[in-house]
């Protein structure tokens, strides 16, 4: 089997509300996102997508996706993509780093790989069955009030699980933002204060010792020395996300003690492939592990769960979904949604989702024949 063309589609995809993170330094109302199909020779067809949340929140940008894939695309073109590790060592000879790049040219890859093979990838990555993943709501930063209001909104959708967007220049509004949430949530919902970087060290040490904080802290500071420190000397368990872009950063976390566990997200560590070697190595040193990708369609969120749900039940935690915020939805009634408060991925062969072309519009850019 070989890769006889690349398509390359671009969307952009307003969200349903203005988005607020870092304590509201970072604001989001639509986001760029590169859709990807490859054709064989065989006759199967992937698909992948890459979208970045924005070109503020980490150095990753749509138009620089697009540039990436005039480099990229003929590089594959008559490479058999069942050949994953392969394609990846071809991807990172051709062009070094550009992670965002790559993931969806990979995650194309698994598509055609799972329907040659008639399984479904959560099936391919080691999973016993179509396993339904918690999924978790994403409050964006406000005042106590404004982000209670949201939890419950999201509660009576069936969300247990909530990332809560904290963090600016003022400790004492972070504590009361803390404590507000703490105090309103139900026992058996949980929280995790997500910091994105907006702290100090200095900072997030004050904070944290100041309050009585549920359950996990993410990203508090911007570098994993910085996070490592603070988790030395405070109580909550550290996620770590923005900061953990390869394996190396991985496996240093781990050495130096920073975190208990981490988001895993195709798209920031290089696509599925990559994703999936942190996530065994998560699973053997014991981490907890939100898998989900940092934006995209229900076609890239589907991707992540696949990998969730092929992830044993004690390091697995809720996955967020991307496309819950958008107001166009490229890949109707299909792939994995929230249902209660569970997102269950498809187990038809491949990823289980194609986007509606009426939708995509039409291609920016074609490679091979």
Known sequence: MKITRIIIYQLDMPLNEPYYLSGGRLKFESLDSTFVEIHTDDGLVGWGEG????????????????????????VL?????????????????????????????????????????????????????ATPVAVNSSISTG??????????RASQKGYRTHSAKIGGSDPATDIARIEAISNALPAHENVTFDVNRAWTPSTAIQVLNSV????????????????????????????????????????NAWKIGACEGVKVKPNRVGGLTRARQIRDFGVTVGWQMHIE?????????TAAI???????????????????????DPVPN??????????????SP????????????????????
Request: charged fraction near 20%; charge should be negative.
């Open 293 to 301: 990708d940092l934006g995209g369609s229900a076609l890239a969120d």
């Open 334 to 347: 299909m792939g994995a949604r929230n249902v209660e408060g569970f997102a269950t991925p498809p187990s």
């Open 306 to 328: 696949h990998l969730a749900a092929s992830t044993p039940d004690e390091n697995r935690l809720a996955s967020w979904l991307c496309h819950y915020h958008l107001s166009v």
């Open 143 to 152: 005042t106590p009030d404004e982000m209670i209001a949201l939890i419950r």
């Open 212 to 251: 009585d904080a549920r359950d996990w802290v993410e990203q508090p500071c911007e570098t994993l020395d910085q996070c490592a420190h603070v988790a030395r000397r405070v109580r909550n368990p550290i996620m770590l996300d923005e900061c953990m872009h390869t394996f190396d950063d991985h496996l």
């Open 77 to 129: 073109i008559g490479q058999d993509p069942r050949s994953l590790d392969h394609i990846n060592r071809l991807m990172d000879v051709a062009l070094p780093g550009h992670p965002y790049v790559k993931s969806a040219l990979d995650m194309a890859c698994w598509d055609i790989t799972g329907q040659a093979s008639n399984m479904p990838l959560w099936q391919m990555m080691g999973g016993e069955c």
């Open 51 to 74: 979208c970045p949340w924005g070109h503020t929140y980490l150095p990753a940008h749509g138009a620089g996706i697009r540039a990436g894939m005039e480099i990229l695309a003929p």
């Open 350 to 369: 491949g990823l289980g989702v194609v986007p509606d072309i009426n939708i995509l519009g039409e291609p920016i850019a074609v490679y091979g024949g």
